[in-house]
């Protein structure tokens, strides 16, 4: 792992559990959540993040949009921008 890294590696591996999502527009339902953290050696670590409606009995039924994000984070990053 590179030592940037070090302070955030709690973070690496699997994370799931679930909740319930409500907005005015929307009805309220359960829903649940996957976020995978990893990292290949290189100063950032990477998510990929999943997201589903559940049935009243905890199944995965239909995706909740966005149903999916993806996206690195680099603690030493000097972002060039605009």
């Known amino acids: 792992m590179h030592p940037d890294l070090a302070p955030l590696a709690w973070m690496i591996g699997r994370w799931e ?8 527009t ?6 649940g959540q996957v976020i995978e953290v990893t ?13 589903w409606i ?3 009995e905890g199944n ?11 996206g690195v984070h680099s603690p030493a990053a000097k972002w060039n921008c605009c």
């Open 17 to 24: 559990g679930a909740g319930v999502v409500g907005y005015p």
């Open 39 to 51: 990292h290949d050696g290189r100063p950032f670590l990477e998510w990929k993040s999943h997201t």
């Open 54 to 56: 559940l049935d009243s």
């Open 26 to 31: 929307i009805e309220s339902a359960n829903f």
């Open 60 to 70: 995965q039924t239909t995706p909740l949009p966005p149903s999916w994000d993806s």
